[in-house]
């Protein structure tokens, strides 16, 4: 974008300059840089830097005891970090810690209940600490198991909850204040199919109010259609631009299937970069957007192959996954 800036001078003359601006990004609504921690010996964070802007959904990746929990109990200001800093909205959990609270939501992966108190009792409780008067924590509590699908459990304790039942549960618990920020730690584990999907669709619902969510999960081709943006960790290091590559790369291979004709004889007519199948009538072809992949099929075509399918392969996020982990190996 470019401006036209006046400046008036002591003297009355005026010059008046074009000004190039840099676009301008919202502040993130979370942010990581060199964050450490250790228990004892164990070096659990490295360095993680990552951040969140509001409206977006980013993952969080990587193998097991790689730091993901360890990561996120820091930036919800659970556990102090031992070097970096943290931002939430802008601040500081180590400064304001109160502010940290009521910004985010936390999600942890296993939920504790209280053996006494139902499902709408459990929300509640946490609206009531949120400064929600009993009408309104109560009314929202309801609200948010409806939101759930758990309203038919209201009056249920929460400890005879199922595994699924008590992921769901710990979701609403996470939005009882309506915070800006949301992290989730593998909130989908343990829930029925039905159940992921519709965990899908409210975390995109969640983005698209506006609030930043940060979200792990090994189902990794679940996240695809959920994020807009991952971050890979690998022994308690954020990977940063090299995994974004690695992703980029793997939005770009398609696997194209024919009923007849020579795919590869044709693919290598075209001068595409490709990779033959040895088991079927298939390869996987390097292709830049749908432009590119509607060229490829009109070349197909017109040198006799008939495409049944033409795909990109599988997860992206799972593609680039595996390459690094072969690679890191
Ligand atoms: N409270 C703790 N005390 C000692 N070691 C811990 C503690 N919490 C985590 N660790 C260690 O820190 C490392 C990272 O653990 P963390 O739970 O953050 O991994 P993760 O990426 O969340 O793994 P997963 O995918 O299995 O959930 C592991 O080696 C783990 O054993
Ligand atoms: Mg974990």
Redesign the pocket.
């Known amino acids: 974008m470019r401006t036209l800036v006046t400046a008036w001078h002591p003297n009355g003359s005026r010059t008046v300059s074009v000004v190039e601006h840099m676009e301008t990004f919202a502040p993130p609504a979370l942010a990581a840089t060199g964050v450490r921690r250790a228990?004892?010996h164990?070096?659990?964070?490295v360095n993680a830097t990552l951040s969140v802007q509001p409206g977006s959904v980013t993952a969080l990746i990587?193998?097991?005891?790689?730091?993901?929990?360890?990561?996120?109990?820091m930036l919800a200001g659970l556990l102090k970090p031992d070097a970096g800093e943290i931002t939430v909205q802008g601040h500081s959990p180590a400064i304001e810690p109160k502010l940290t609270r009521t910004s985010v939501g936390w999600m942890p992966?296993v939920l504790g209940t209280w053996d006494s108190l139902t499902c709408v009792e459990t929300l509640e409780t946490f609206g009531r600490a949120y400064g929600l008067s009993q009408a309104d924590a109560r009314a929202g509590a309801f609200s948010l198991l409806e939101r759930v699908h758990l309203a038919d459990l209201a009056a249920q304790p929460a400890r005879v909850l199922s595994r699924g039942q008590k992921q769901r549960l710990s979701l609403a618990r996470a939005l009882v204040n309506d915070p800006p920020v949301l992290i989730l730690?593998?909130p989908a584990s343990g829930l029925d199919p039905r159940s992921r999907v519709e965990l899908r669709d409210l975390v995109r619902q969640l983005g698209a109010e506006g609030k930043a969510v940060l979200i792990?999960s090994?189902v990794l081709s679940e996240l695809d259609e959920m994020v807009d943006d991952a971050v890979f960790?690998s022994r308690?290091s954020t990977l940063g631009e090299a995994a974004d590559a690695e992703v980029a790369r793997a939005k770009t291979r398609w696997r194209v299937v024919a009923v007849d004709g020579d795919v590869a004889g044709a693919l290598a007519t075209l001068g595409r970069d490709f990779t033959p199948e040895a088991d079927a009538n298939a390869a996987v072809v390097s292709i830049a957007d749908d432009a590119d992949a509607a060229n490829v099929l009109a070349g197909l075509a017109l040198a006799g192959v008939r495409v049944a399918r033409i795909a990109p392969v599988g997860s992206a996020l799972e593609q680039a996954y595996l390459t690094m982990e072969a690679e890191r190996r």
């Open positions: 228990f004892g164990v070096q659990a964070v990587g193998p097991n005891g790689c730091g993901k929990t360890t990561l996120m109990l992966d730690d593998e792990s090994h960790m308690g």
